[in-house]
Structures are given as C-alpha cells and as structure tokens.
C-alpha cells in the first residue's frame, strides 16, 4: 500500500495506491468484510484554529454535562460504485469555522501537519487493505514504525522522523449522548465534530442520512466546536459508505492535532463497546480490545503519534452515559438517531428503538415507540439471545414499567433481568479510570467516584465473566 497526501487551500486529498497482492476486498479490526470503491478522499479544516481558541486544555471541571462518543455508527451514505480511479478534487461544502479561534490559515499549521500526523490519518483509510507494507510520502519517526510493526506486522516507512507531543485533551464528538456525557464531565475541552459530505466521484444514494442536522446540533451547543468535512466513507462500496476503521472519525482531530496542540482524543466509548465486546462483536469480556484498549495496536499507534485515545466513560454503562447526558446543558443537542431532522430524530430505525428502551429505563418510564415487535428492526429482540449491547436490553427489561407490551417482551421473557441483576451497571468499572493516561486520570475518577462509585468485588466479577455464563 502506498498512501500520500496533497494540501490545498485547507484541504488535505488522500490517495491511496493498493500493491500487487493488495485487494478490493479488506477487512476491519472488528472483523467486518468491506469492498474499497475509489481510491482518493479528502478532508477539509476549518480555515482557522489553533491552541489559543477558547476551547482550553480540558480541566475536567466537576459540573456533568454533555458527552460526546466519539464512535458513530458504521456505515450510511451513499453505494455508489466507480472503479478504483485516481484523484478526485474533492469539492464538498465549506466547513464553517470553528468557535473562538485566533490563528489563521497557514499559520495554524495546517499545510504543515507532522509527518505522523499524517501516516496515522492515512492510516485509519487504509488498513482494511494494506498487506505487508505501507509507504507513506514523508518520512516517519521510528517509535510510529515500531507500533505499525508489532501491532499489525506491517513494515511502514520511510523511517527517519522524530516523534511529536501535544498539551491539550480534544473531544470527537459526534452528539450522541455517549459523547455528550464526555463533554458534560470536560467542560473546557475543545469539541471536534467529523461531517460527512459527498464525494466528487460516487453517487450520493444515501440522503437520509442527515450529517447536516448532526452538525448543526453540534454547532448550537454554545461549546468550542471545530467541524471538520470528509467523504472518506465513500471509499466504501460495501457493505454501505461508512467509515474504513471506526478510528477514521477522527481524522480531523489527527490532522489538526499540531495546530490545537492536542496531546489525546477523548471519544464517548462506553463499557459495552470497550469491555464487553460491543454491540455487533463478540459478546465476551474483551480486556485486549483490539480497536480500544490503550495497548491494543490502535492504542499503541496513536500513543506512539504523540494522541493517545482516551476513554473517559469506558467504566461506565450506556444508561449511565444517557444519564449524564440528559442531565447536562448539551440535553437539547444530543441526537443519536442518523435520519431525523432539525425537529428530532426519526423514530422509526433501529437505533431510536435501541435509545428509547435505554433512555425510558433512565427515566423509569414506559417506551415511548410506534414501532412494533412485527417490524424488521425489532425482528433480533425476537429471537433467544445473546444480543448486541446485551448488557443495555437487560437493563431496559428490568426497569421500563410495562415492557411485556413493547417490541422487547420476548427478550424479557429470555432474559430476566432484574434490578438487583443489573445493579452494576449503575458503578464504574475501576480498570477503566486506571488505563486512562495520567495527566487527565485525576480527573475522571474524582467524577466517577461522586456520580456513581466504583463497582465492588462481585461486580467486577460480572464484568470479567461477561459472555461466559
């Protein structure tokens, strides 16, 4: 695999070139088969940044707010195929400009990204499909080899690069509530926002995916927020457009990383996605989670750019991450469903199901749902488990009053959950603050300990037997 990077006016325009060997077809961390449909992206900046933006070093005040999860679902946007082609000038809407900058253009740095800035943005695209080798066009440090090495057998180069550094702690956040609860607890960090926009050479057949009302929601939090647009999803051809590697949300915030002077990305990855397997994985107790896990390969690599990832809710539920953000300032913002529009989310796909049972049991309330159990995106809560983000329908069975008449019956039937059985998902998980890096560990824990506490022994237990009973 070759990848390089061309800047332009505040755009930076990705290709990448496949090795004899190197197929179509590719596979991402999770396990999921995708197809690559052209071979150029790109990703626009906002024309002014920088680290003396009102978006300070997050302190992680006391105050719960909003939170952002840095994940997204995968895929949505346009099929469209296009034989693997060569550049494409990609056009896309302005991205608009991020809130209480002070350095502009050029002078931000954004034409001058470090070299592993750049080999690790490229790397989120590409890694479903390099085998063996990746050549990057500038040179990289040796400490980003070696993590290309042992976490992939990759030998990537050229090497020859020094290592980089940053202060500040940013959030990707998309404005569902689990990235939301991490905006509520770091009040003071920057917020980078990832659009989806159409691609120059693939048909958009994807329109109501509403990337457009996802940014403006992100725009009316009052917060530092910096959008960033791509059509990197549209490498995609299947199994839909989406992103190449879940990391690839981040590509703004690696790009920008020198210009903010970040030193880690904060996303809203939750226990189940972090500790649990995840929602469409592998339903077991995952402590070496490839994807998130600070000594995963994608842990690994990002550390080694000088951006380690950082999990501030990784200890704790998705219910509890609604809680946080429900109860924030960011409430009015936080929108998880893909298809609504400006007036709310859409009420009718499967994620808005999956959120009002969460969002109900918070609340101690009956659903509130047109959907039906006879309705395909209800049909897998018909079935015996084990289900995807499992922990989560347990606890909606065990504390939504009168869920024998909702779409999830039958899984309360299978399941019977309690509220005593899933009391542990009220507490923090404690391993979760402990791979947090130190700089900002202090602080997330002192808000775990007061709005939740820590899970004691048998708690515990529950985790790391996940999946195995």
Not at 103 to 115: K, R, T
Not at 321 to 338: H, I, N, Y
Not at 442 to 465: L, N, P
Request: with cysteine; glycine share 12%; aromatic share 8%.
């Amino acid at each position: 695999m070759r990848a390089s990077w061309a800047f332009e006016e505040g755009l930076w325009r990705l290709r990448l070139r496949l090795d004899a060997g190197e197929e179509l077809a590719g596979t991402v961390t999770d396990g999921q088969r995708v197809e690559l449909a052209t071979d150029t992206c790109h990703v626009r900046l906002p024309r002014s940044t920088g680290p003396t933006a009102t978006g300070r070093t997050a302190t992680g005040s006391a105050a719960i707010g909003r939170t952002g999860t840095g994940s997204a679902a995968i895929g949505r946007t346009a099929t469209g195929s296009a034989a693997i082609g060569r550049t494409g000038t990609g056009s896309a809407a302005i991205g608009r400009t991020a809130t209480g900058s002070a350095v502009n253009g050029s002078a931000a740095g954004l034409d001058s990204v470090h070299p592993d800035l750049l080999a690790l943005a490229a790397w989120t695209v590409a890694a479903p499909w390099a085998v063996g080798r990746v050549v990057f066009d500038r040179p990289i440090s040796p400490d980003l080899a070696e993590a290309f090495h042992s976490g992939w057998g990759i030998e990537a180069g050229p090497v020859g690069g020094t290592p980089r550094s940053g202060t500040r702690l940013a959030i990707s956040y998309s404005g569902g509530a689990d990235s939301a609860a991490v905006a509520a607890m770091l009040p003071d960090a920057p917020l980078i926002h990832f659009r989806r926009v159409s691609h120059p050479r693939i048909p958009n057949r994807w329109t109501h995916y509403r990337s457009d009302v996802l940014a403006a929601l992100a725009e009316k939090t009052g917060r530092d927020v910096t959008p960033v647009e791509s059509d990197l999803e549209f490498l995609l051809r299947s199994p839909r457009p989406g992103y190449p590697e879940h990391h690839a949300v981040m590509v703004g915030a690696i790009l920008l990383a020198d210009a903010m002077d970040l030193g880690g990305v904060a996303l809203g990855y939750e226990i189940g996605s972090r500790w649990l397997g995840g929602g469409r994985y592998v339903h077991r107790f995952t402590p070496d989670n490839p994807m998130w896990s600070g000594h995963g390969p994608w842990g690994r690599l990002f550390a080694a750019a000088g951006l380690p990832l950082v999990l501030p809710v990784g200890g704790i539920s998705e219910a509890m991450t609604m809680r946080l953000a429900l109860g924030s300032e960011l409430r009015d913002q936080v929108r998880w469903c893909l298809r609504g529009d400006g007036s709310g989310p859409c009420g009718r796909c499967g994620k808005c199901l999956y959120k009002e049972l969460i969002q109900a049991a918070v609340e101690r309330r009956p659903m509130r749902t047109t959907i039906t159990a006879d309705r395909p995106v209800a049909r897998k809560w018909q079935q015996p488990p084990p289900y995807g983000g499992q922990e989560m329908i347990e606890y909606g069975c065990a504390h939504v009053p009168g869920i024998e008449d909702t779409p999830f019956a039958r899984a309360a039937e299978y399941l019977k959950a309690t509220p005593e059985s899933t009391r542990w998902l009220e507490r923090c998980y404690p391993p979760a603050v402990e791979e947090i890096p130190a700089r900002w560990r202090g602080t997330i824990e002192t808000i775990m300990a007061r709005e939740f506490g820590f899970m004691e022994a048998g708690d515990v237990k529950r985790v790391e037997s996940w999946g195995g009973r």
